[in-house]
């Protein structure tokens, strides 16, 4: 017997009145994760992928459609799975400290610090507890974010194109750190992006969305091994077939 | 429903307004009813209209002249900063003198009258849109006068075309602020040192016959007119070439 | 080693104000004027003021009544500005009285405060509670208002209650905004003590500059008032800076070197 999908998303729609007319942004989404599962949704900008991951993560209603974590269905935004910002969502009047305790509130004060130290350094920003935010580069301000969200120990993880607006070393990096990170804390993780690369380097598998009203084109698994090497034949040969998948040519 | 909340919640408070207006002892605070009729006689006596004017005449006068000589020497010691280095001193301790401190050395040199208050308003308004236009200058980024220079932009020019717009958005806010308190200016000045407008309406009122009926009546003048005021200069901050500073 | 730019950081202003000094006394002597009074008559009509005590006492007056009006302000203000941005209802029900209710000068209340308190510190406290309370409540307002939906977002994500949301997020992202609007009102507040004072009491350094006038013509006691009440704002408004340069609100004021 297979164990039951962590997410399940099933028949959903959304629709949104604007001025006069309804525009459809998803059509029909159905889709389902394994418990551990890194799955990228990969679609062209303003696709409705980040209104999918809204919806699932509690913060959109459906117009319809269901979306199920762990059999149960998705009534609004809970702790046991976290959002991180595609907008960098650090809360600027807080230290490192501040920020990755923020979620923590229901603990005691011996079990929060440790918490606090630990994700600190997980995500390698020891020696940066009492900074704030404006004092931090980008990456580090994203590693906070991702610090701030498994401190609360979520078992789903939303991320919405986290890495998008960083410089493409410090993406790669990031890239890298995430795979550890996860390796560390096995947490299901839906991650939305419109980066053929970097959906190849960290999904377990691709879901492909159309443009509008956004459905599932098609899911490509991605059967590589970590760590993947980046000019390896399958992993140009997967790359081809997702360029492929979205409409571009080969060449330019 | 949401339509008429506001009026709903006005109208309450006027309910609430004209019930304790009732129940007072000294009989002599208005209700709105009250205080109606008293802008109706103030307007047929044809003070209200006479009141406004001389006003907004005032605050007009010296709003304007502030403006007009605030600004450019704002800008230039936003430019130079040694101009600013010099000066800016200078300027931080005059701005927190209530203008109504100089309502006697304001009289000295004018005497009393309209270029008394016209003074003070002037006063109100240059100090605080001075800074202003000072700092918009200095938060201009310098990436756009880099842009500016690299199309080969004189100094003047870089002023006019580069500096000037750049720094509009927050401007236009300075020059709202301080129009308000240009408003907040006249009617305490008026109160003190001249005797026409709304400010000396509400003296006047009090002073010669506890007439609180018009001293509220005034008020609400006062009130509208600010708000027309406010709301005017609001519309300036909506327009197209100006939004993109005020953020989303 | 200072640097040249770190003299002149020094020496300009030194050199203006001397010059303004300068200039002031040269204005005086050329115009033969009698009643306008020198600079060195002001600095003797400084001393005389604290000799005689009442520099401390007008001034202690002036301080106490903003202290009063302004706290009352302070305490209401910032409530009610959340709650009208928290809650859209009540911002639409009464923003017509608020907006009606703010252009009107603090000043044009002085004959209903005097009606209600009487000739009597409560008079002047009104006034400055007035003033000070409606940017107040504005400032806080629009501050609840733009605060990014990510934030709020993300603290419900955390299962954040209402209450807790207010405490841990809406507020400090407000703060900034809240603060600004704090000094502007604490700038009102100090102008309204002074006209204030010239019109409803018989202390404080609004009363000192009108007395002085009517009382003799003392214009040196007169202009002297003037720069203890400019020395004083000054002070009040680098303070109220201060709290603007604070690491937590500092975010806040990015592009606001002012």
């Known amino acids: ?252 | 429903m949401k339509r008429l909340l506001p009026f709903s919640a006005t109208a309450a408070l006027l309910i609430v307004w004209f019930l304790a207006a009732h129940r007072q002892v000294s009989g002599l605070f208005p209700d709105p009813l009250q205080v109606l009729k008293g802008l109706l006689e103030l307007l047929r006596r044809g003070l209200l209209a006479k009141y406004v004017v001389a006003s907004l005449f005032r605050v007009t006068w010296g709003y304007s002249l502030a403006v007009v000589t605030a600004i450019p020497l704002g800008l230039l010691l936003g430019w130079y900063k040694r101009g600013e280095r010099a000066l800016n001193p200078l300027l931080q301790l005059l701005r927190p003198i209530s203008p109504l401190a100089w309502i006697p050395i304001s009289i000295l040199w004018f005497g009393v009258g309209d270029v008394a208050a016209i003074f003070l308003i002037f006063l109100a308004s240059f100090l605080p849109l001075t800074a202003a236009a000072m700092n918009a200058v200095r938060n201009v980024p310098p990436t756009l006068l880099r842009a500016g220079r690299n199309f080969g932009l004189s100094n003047p020019r870089l002023l006019v075309d580069v500096i000037l717009p750049a720094a509009l958005p927050q401007l236009i806010v300075a020059l709202r602020i301080s129009l308000g308190v240009a408003w907040l200016v006249v009617v305490a000045a008026e109160m003190i040192a001249v005797n026409s407008g709304l400010g000396f309406l509400i003296v006047d009122a009090r002073n010669a016959g506890n007439r609180y009926d018009l001293v509220v009546a005034g008020m609400v003048m006062i009130g509208l007119i600010g708000l027309v005021l406010d709301l005017g200069m609001q519309q300036l901050e909506k327009m197209k070439a100006l939004k993109w500073g005020y953020g989303s | ?258």
């Not at chain 1, 599962?37 to 990969?42: D, K, M, S, W």
């Not at chain 3, 002085?212 to 704002?233: E, H, P, Q, T």
């Open chain 3, 1 to 258: 080693m200072p640097t040249r730019s770190d003299v002149e950081r020094v020496l300009l202003p030194l050199g203006t104000a001397a010059l303004a000094i300068v200039a002031w006394s040269l204005a005086v002597r050329l115009t033969h004027t009698t009643v306008f009074p020198s600079p060195l008559k002001v600095a003797a009509g400084l001393r005389e003021l604290a000799a005689r005590g009442v520099l401390w006492r007008y001034t202690g007056d002036s301080l106490r009544r903003v202290a009063t009006g302004y706290s009352l302000a302070l305490v209401l203000g910032v409530p009610a500005g959340l709650a009208l941005g928290w809650i859209p209802a009540l911002a639409s029900a009464f923003n017509p009285v608020i907006q009606m209710a703010r252009p009107i000068s603090p000043l044009a209340w002085m004959p209903l405060a005097i009606l209600w308190f009487g000739v009597s510190e409560a008079a002047p406290d009104l006034l400055i509670f007035l003033g000070a309370f409606f940017p107040i409540v504005v400032a806080s307002m629009n501050g609840v208002r733009s605060v990014p939906a990510m934030y709020l977002q993300a603290g419900r994500n955390f299962g954040l209650s209402t209450p807790r949301l207010l405490a841990r997020v809406v507020f400090p992202a407000a703060l900034p905004q809240i603060l600004v609007g704090l000094r502007i009102a604490l700038g009102i507040a100090w102008l309204v003590v002074v006209a204030a004072e010239m019109i409803a009491v018989d202390s404080g350094l609004g009363y000192l500059i009108i007395d002085s006038r009517n009382a003799g013509k003392r214009y040196d006691l007169v202009v002297a008032g003037m720069l203890l009440i400019g020395a004083i704002g000054l002070v009040l408004d680098v303070v109220a800076r201060r709290l603007e340069r604070l690491r937590s609100v500092r975010w806040g004021f990015q592009g606001e070197t002012a």
């Open chain 1, 1 to 252: 017997m297979t164990p039951p999908p962590k997410v399940s998303i099933r028949g959903l729609s959304m629709r949104f009145p604007t001025d006069g007319s309804v525009i459809e942004v998803l059509s029909s989404i159905d889709l389902e994760v394994k418990d551990g599962e890194l799955v990228c949704i990969l679609g062209p900008s303003g696709c409705g992928k980040s209104t999918l991951l809204n919806i699932v993560g509690g913060f959109l209603k459906a117009t319809s459609g269901a979306v199920l974590i762990d059999e149960q269905e998705v009534a609004g935004p809970d702790p046991r799975r976290i959002f991180v910002f595609q907008e960098r969502g650090v809360f600027p009047w807080l230290t490192v400290e501040g920020n990755v305790g923020f979620g923590l509130f229901r603990l005691g004060a011996a079990e929060r610090a440790e918490r606090i130290a630990y994700y600190v350094k997980l995500v390698g920003l020891s020696g940066f507890e009492n900074a704030y935010p404006q004092e931090l580069s980008g990456g580090m301000k994203q590693r906070l974010e991702v610090a701030r969200a498994l401190a609360v120990n979520p078992d789903v993880l939303f991320l919405d194109e986290p890495f998008g607006a960083l410089d493409s070393i410090t993406r790669l990096v990031m890239r890298s750190e995430l795979l550890r990170i996860r390796r560390a804390e096995k947490k299901t993780i839906l991650f939305v992006t419109h980066d053929i690369d970097e959906s190849v380097q960290l999904a377990d598998r691709v879901v492909v969305m159309s443009t509008r009203p956004a459905t599932i084109r098609r899911i490509v698994e991605i059967d590589m091994s970590h760590p993947r090497d980046l000019s390896s034949p399958r992993y140009i040969a997967l790359r081809d077939l997702l360029l492929g998948e979205i409409g571009l040519a080969h060449k330019i």
